[in-house]
């Protein structure tokens, strides 16, 4: 057998270490928002959860956004691990997206009253996981592998120019709605709510980059198999000939 | 490459290199396949009728639905009108590809020297004019139905109707060309065209009932229309751009 090569034991330790990584940060997080933050004033321990919502849609808009250039470049260059790419962000992002929309309703519940109002933040968000669900619904239902990852690139880059539009719509739609929490630059959160907030993101960019460590080299296995299954039949269709 | 003798003027002008500038050249191919595509509705009348029937029909059930007779024809009819025009409409995306399946007419566009951007306009046009013309029957029939005087209106209302009809063909256009060549592409079609079209739909309504219960094009109204023309460009040209790697074969 061949020794590896370093890049490959180095992708090997980094895909044993994140996931590592993620646990640690995320229990580091859960003492932050628990223990360290600050009890918010108005809204007491509610307020807790605002340390596992808003970092999971901060880090949702990127995979998203990462997906936007994938989608790019897999149309520039047709290179096939831009479509695995994107695949991987979009799937990653979908779920931080889920993430987003069930921690959303339990803090509105106590502290607007309702587990589900037609704001701006909270239908952007709904409307993004629809248009992300339906990019995954469509790769499903192609079968030839070049056209699902074209039709795919194509809903990357439509899906995410909508994103401020739907934005701007549903605020306009809504009208003033007050903005509950304001973060704008960490500005408006006392510093040991910052920290907990801080730990959150790292914790759930970590979470991004670890399935994308898993995810991309599942893909490409997948599509090295696909390969080796059409060279198969290939030399089954010449052998029997 | 000489060109049949039974081929129009237009044809031979648009084919011709050298007799309009490039732009213009491609404009007029984008013409001449969305005249094409309404040339065979007119010929075999497959969808039209289909498309008008079936917004009729959601009116209909609506006002089961929600009992017009008893409440505003402002508040309802603008979300009622829109969902009976873009469910047509869907139709008519749909249909819009499948017509090039037959006899595999996909692939002679495919090599006809036009870019694949004018026959995205060229579907997406005849598309735009098929769900005009839907809406052209059903709003009368609609203030009719709903005792509602549209005519004051009338001007104002037909450049809401066109600039969201625009979007919604721009969009539908697109992912029509997609869902022609995916398994299920007929609940595909509904799902895409609906989640990002999204803002459309609010601008719809919101642009309609503005104008109903103010009268003019002014105010909030003005500011629907607006965002439904910023939609307009950014998915005409979205899609005008990637259109090539949906027919791609």
Known sequence: ???????????????????VAVTGLAVGTLYLAFFHAARERVMGDIQRIFYFHA???????????????????????????????????????????????LTGPLWARPVWGTYWTWEARLTTTLVLWLIYAAYLMVRRYTDDPDQQARFAAVLGIVGFLDVPIVYWSVRVWRGHHPLVLKVSGGGGLEQSMQHAFLGGVATYVALYACLMMLRVPMGRQEEELRWLRERAAAMRDAGSR | MSLPASSSPAARAALNPGV????????????LVCA???RIEWRNLDNLPAMFFFSLLILVIFNFAFDFASSDFRILAPGVLWVAFTFAGVLSFGHSFDLERDADCIQGLRIAPIDPGSLYLGKMMANGVSMLLVELVVLPLSALLFGADLLP??????????????GFAAVGTLFGAMTARTRRGDVLLPILLFSVSVPLMISAVKSTSA????????????????????????????????FEYVLEE
């Open chain 2, 20 to 31: 309009l500038p490039g732009a213009g050249r491609e404009a007029r191919k984008a013409v």
């Open chain 2, 211 to 242: 104008l109903l219960s103010e009268g003019t094009l002014r105010g909030e109204a003005a500011t629907w229309l607006t965002m439904a023309c910023i939609f307009d460009v950014v998915f005409v040209t979205a899609a005008y751009l990637t």
């Open chain 2, 153 to 166: 209106v009338a001007a104002p209302l037909g450049a809401v109707v066109l600039a969201h009809t625009v």
């Open chain 2, 36 to 38: 094409k595509d309404l």
């Open chain 1, 1 to 19: 057998m061949t020794r590896p090569s370093p890049a490959r034991s180095a992708a090997r330790a980094l895909r044993l270490l994140l996931p």
């Open chain 1, 55 to 101: 970092p999971a849609g901060l880090v949702c808009f990127f995979a998203f956004f990462v997906t936007f250039l994938a989608s790019i470049a897999y149309l520039a260059t047709r290179r096939p691990v831009w479509d695995i790419v994107g695949r991987a962000s979009t799937e990653a992002g979908l779920l931080l997206c889920s993430i987003v929309l």
